[in-house]
């Protein structure tokens, strides 16, 4: 961390209002931010160097400012192609990208990914933004980020990965939704407990479904090796894979 101020007050701060919601609503979303800002810390470079990190979907900058309080010397490229979200990240993350550390991309993921150089980048991090993506198109942005990631480079994703037990899978997502109706009719966010309904539908959808065994499978067809899933929680977990030396 590159802050002395505790995890949460250094987000509270910076994310503010959004932070505060996604903290009640999605604790383990909050979580897996957290634990990729971690998994990029750990990312073998010498101190001087310069980590080259790219996010996919950075949304309002939550898993952005987790990543960019990995480590003194890196470079973040964060891609969202909903401008707005990304001017929230934009506003929120000024700091940074002033002292030219962040710089954003408006394409989507695959178009900002096919516009890199191959073996350019040392990670590419997302949380919670592959799982949206139609399949067919989440299959070619894992082959763009395989290209672009240099020889023992990383791939780390916090997302919802679906259980390969459906039953489980529906039970589980169940309880969540029963979960956003609790907080959020409590809090009278009526609108937002809509938006997020609605969202869940398209994101268990067949077309975008991201099951487990098959994410994996994903990753390993394009030629991805000592793929992980951990830190499995309910329907959340930590995907790293790494591009053979
Ligand atoms: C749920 S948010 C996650 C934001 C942040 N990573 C977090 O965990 O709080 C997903 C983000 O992905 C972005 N997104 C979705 N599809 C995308 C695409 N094809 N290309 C780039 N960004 C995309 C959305 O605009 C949104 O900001």
Same mark, same amino acid.
């Given at each position: 961390?590159?802050?002395?101020?505790?995890?949460?007050?250094? /987000?509270?701060?910076?994310i503010?209002?959004? +932070?505060?919601?996604?903290?009640?609503?999605?604790?383990?979303?909050?979580?897996?931010?957290?634990?990729?800002?971690?998994?990029? !810390?750990? /990312?073998?470079?010498?101190?001087? *160097?310069?980590?080259?990190?790219?996010?996919?979907?950075g949304g309002t900058g939550i898993?952005t400012l987790?990543?960019?309080?990995?480590?003194?010397?890196?470079?973040?490229?964060s891609?969202d192609?909903?401008?707005?979200m990304q001017n929230q990240a934009k506003q929120n993350l000024?700091?940074?990208q002033? *002292?030219?550390?962040l710089?954003f991309?408006?394409?989507?993921?695959?178009?900002?990914? *096919?516009?890199?150089?191959?073996?350019?980048? $040392?990670?590419?991090?997302?949380?919670?933004?592959?799982?949206?993506?139609?399949?067919?198109?989440?299959? *070619?942005?894992?082959?763009?980020? /395989?290209?672009?990631?240099?020889?023992?480079?990383?791939?780390?994703?916090?997302?919802?990965?679906?259980?390969?037990?459906? $039953?489980?899978?529906?039970?589980?997502?169940?309880?969540?939704?029963?979960? +956003?109706?609790?907080?959020?009719?409590?809090?009278?966010?009526?609108?937002?407990?809509?938006?997020?309904?609605?969202?869940?539908?398209?994101?268990?959808?067949?077309?975008?479904?991201?099951?487990?065994?098959?994410?994996?499978?994903?990753?390993?067809?394009?030629?991805?090796? !000592?793929?992980?899933?951990?830190?499995?929680?309910?329907?959340?977990?930590?995907?790293?894979?790494?591009?053979?030396?």
């Amino acid at each position: 961390m590159t802050s002395t101020a505790p995890y949460h007050a250094m /987000f509270s701060g910076a994310i503010g209002k959004d +932070y505060e919601m996604l903290k009640l609503l999605s604790p383990l979303a909050v979580e897996m931010s957290r634990l990729v800002g971690v998994t990029v !810390s750990e /990312f073998p470079k010498p101190p001087g *160097q310069t980590l080259h990190v790219v996010e996919l979907g950075g949304g309002t900058g939550i898993t952005t400012l987790s990543i960019l309080a990995a480590r003194e010397a890196l470079h973040v490229l964060s891609i969202d192609n909903e401008p707005v979200m990304q001017n929230q990240a934009k506003q929120n993350l000024q700091v940074w990208q002033q *002292q030219g550390k962040l710089a954003f991309c408006g394409d989507d993921a695959l178009t900002a990914l *096919q516009a890199l150089p191959s073996a350019s980048v $040392d990670v590419v991090a997302s949380a919670y933004t592959l799982h949206n993506f139609p399949n067919t198109y989440r299959q *070619q942005v894992i082959a763009e980020i /395989f290209r672009v990631l240099v020889l023992g480079g990383l791939f780390v994703n916090g997302d919802r990965y679906a259980l390969d037990d459906v $039953d489980l899978h529906t039970r589980t997502t169940q309880a969540e939704v029963s979960g +956003y109706f609790r907080i959020l009719v409590a809090a009278n966010k009526l609108d937002l407990l809509e938006h997020w309904i609605v969202h869940l539908f398209s994101d268990e959808s067949a077309n975008h479904i991201m099951r487990e065994t098959l994410a994996l499978e994903d990753l390993a067809a394009v030629g991805f090796t !000592s793929i992980c899933l951990s830190q499995r929680c309910q329907v959340n977990a930590l995907v790293t894979a790494h591009k053979p030396h």
